[in-house]
């Protein structure tokens, strides 16, 4: 306001002062006008007396070019001299548009002159103390002052990765404060501006030194921001469409993508819900096996096979591992959660913590996999190889406990298991002995039970059909059978009743007799004829006996009742 009416005010007191002179000393007006030359006051066509030129690396969208007047000077040619603060003249533009497009950053002030004559004035004269034309001259009361700002928010980089990205692990392992540093800036004030990927301000931090450790996970660009006056960049606001200052300002330009994470390993399991598992390579047990993870946070995760030392056996592509070729023992599957890239390669420790470019977190809980190969082989009798038993009850001679054995088994742990005929398990017994003296009659069978882990097997269950154990297990190729039973040979008779019988070989009596037998038991049952100390004679095949070729003499003739084959012989 003040550099507007200002001005006007002293040219209506000059032009008051100046008529009242010449008429009192009765001169010529027009002449007066001719001779005397009145610089007066200037400013800008906009009626300012400082002005503001901001150039950016795009340009200055025609801010750089100044049209001037002046107030009440003397009708005489007149010019603008451009000067610096000493007052040393710069540039003489030949109207009244003064240019500054191509001058330097810094502050110059603008000059009117009224003269007559023929302008002298010169580049490098100082125009308080040089002669400015070559008859009359007046400078202006006053001057415009000119600021120029050339500002380039140039080039920003991290001083740990360049110029492209960053990724930044939240959690431990890795920086949280990066420095940035810039290059190719103009003059005036220099800041970061931290935005969205939309170009919305998030953070203006103080410094080159910026802390994402409180942002969360998330992307965000990095600026430059190169300016002058007062920084008016307001968080929300969009640092692509607003000013950010009050007065030039120039964005890098590129920014640095800021790709923020936190890794969690979680815990681990198999999709079963195991965190132990056995596989049995010889049958009963898959081979490969799906694996769940459960709270892990973070953009890449994978599944890491190790021994029982924490050494990495293989890196699976998936969540199904294949142990088919692993071979038996010991090994432990981990989740891995990491930020950038997974190097780790076999042979490798779980805990080195070069496995990952950037940061990486390690599941809780690992799940523990059993691999074994166990055989039951072949079981026997000690007693009649590994055919049949036969246990007699009514025979207090014959045994009732047998002792058993295997060929070819292998694997930590080895049980018999008695069944029926439809596999349903009868016994377990707690050694190599079985004893049957009180199962009854009936038939079972003996196994033998190559395992690992603990015995999960019970009276009741069926061994064919079941998981015999919590580890691996094999059931022996074959199984004794075991025939229990109580027989009886009765009492016999004669077809007629007699328990003598007399032969005539010379005529008058039979030679062929049948017998009969009471109160017997068991599967099988014969005759058998015998002299008189018990020597077999014989052995009819029915119960029909022909003595006609016996010859003299006495025998006797018995009921056998057995079970199995009959060993007998004459």
């Not at 969690?264 to 081979?287: F, K, M, R, S, W």
């Not at 779980?350 to 523990?368: A, E, K, Q």
């Not at 004679?537 to 029915?542: D, K, M, Q, Y």
């Amino acid at each position: 306001m003040q550099s507007k009416s200002f001005p006007l005010l002293l040219f209506v007191l000059w032009a008051l002062t100046g008529w009242q002179l010449s008429f009192g000393e009765a001169h010529n007006p027009l002449e007066e006008s001719l001779t005397t030359c009145n610089g007066s006051f200037i400013e800008t066509a906009a009626w300012q007396d400082t002005v503001f030129y901001c150039k950016t690396p795009t340009g200055d969208n025609g801010q750089g070019v100044f049209t001037m007047i002046n107030i009440g000077a003397s009708p005489n040619p007149y010019a603008y001299i451009i000067t610096d603060t000493a007052g040393n003249i710069l540039g003489l533009p030949s109207g009244n548009q003064v240019d500054f497009t191509t001058a330097p950053p810094g502050e110059c002030w603008i000059y009117g002159l009224s003269y007559t004559g023929t302008l002298t004035a010169s580049l490098g004269q100082n125009i308080f103390n040089a002669t400015l034309s070559d008859s009359c001259f007046d400078l202006s009361n006053n001057f415009v002052v000119v600021l120029r700002d050339s500002v380039n928010g140039g080039t920003i980089t991290s001083e740990r990765r360049g110029l492209d990205s960053l990724k930044i692990c939240l959690n431990g392992g890795s920086y949280r404060a990066y420095k940035f540093d810039s290059t190719g800036t103009g003059t005036g004030q220099f800041t970061y501006i931290v935005t969205n990927d939309s170009g919305t301000i998030l953070g203006i931090p103080p410094g080159d030194y910026i802390d994402f450790r409180l942002a969360g996970p998330g992307i965000c660009y990095v600026w430059g921001l190169n300016y002058t006056g007062n920084l008016t960049a307001a968080l929300g606001a969009n640092a692509l469409t607003t000013n950010l200052s009050d007065d030039c300002f120039d964005l890098s330009d590129n920014f640095i993508v800021v790709v923020r994470d936190r890794v969690d390993g979680g815990t681990v399991q198999t999709e079963a819900g195991e965190d132990t598992v056995n596989i049995c390579y010889n049958g009963g047990t898959p081979l490969v096996l799906a694996f769940d993870s459960m709270n892990a946070m973070g953009s890449n995760f994978t599944y890491v096979v190790t021994d029982n030392n924490g050494v990495i056996l293989g890196v699976p592509p998936g969540d199904m591992v294949d142990f088919s070729g692993a071979g038996p023992g010991e090994c432990w599957v981990w989740g891995l959660s990491y930020f950038q890239a997974f190097v780790g390669q076999p042979g490798d420790t779980i805990t080195d913590p070069t496995l990952c470019i950037g940061c990486f977190d390690l599941s809780d809980n690992f799940v523990v996999v059993f691999r074994d190969s166990v055989d039951a082989g072949v079981v026997k009798s000690t007693v009649n190889g590994p055919d049949d038993l036969y246990v007699c009850y009514n025979d207090p001679t014959a045994p009732t406990a047998f002792k058993f054995d295997s060929l070819g088994h292998f694997g930590p742990n080895f049980q018999y298991v008695v069944t029926d005929a439809q596999g349903t398990i009868l016994g377990l017994p707690p050694g190599d002995m079985v004893d049957f003296a009180g199962a009854g009659p009936g038939e079972c069978w003996v196994w033998g039970l190559s395992y690992t882990g603990n015995l999960t097997a019970m009276v009741g269950q069926n061994a064919t059909s079941i998981s015999l154990s919590d580890g691996c297990f094999d059931l022996s190729d074959n199984f004794i059978r075991v025939f229990r039973d109580s027989v009886s040979g009765g009492r016999v008779t004669s077809a007629g009743g007699m328990d003598t019988l007399q032969v005539c070989y010379n005529g008058g009596t039979p030679t062929v007799f049948a017998f009969d037998s009471m109160m017997t038991s068991g599967p099988n049952f014969t005759y058998v004829v015998t002299d008189a100390q018990g020597t077999i004679l014989g052995v009819p095949p029915a119960d029909m006996v022909n003595f006609a070729g016996a010859g003299p003499g006495e025998c006797w003739v018995w009921g056998l009742s057995y079970t199995g084959n009959l060993t007998a012989m004459v």
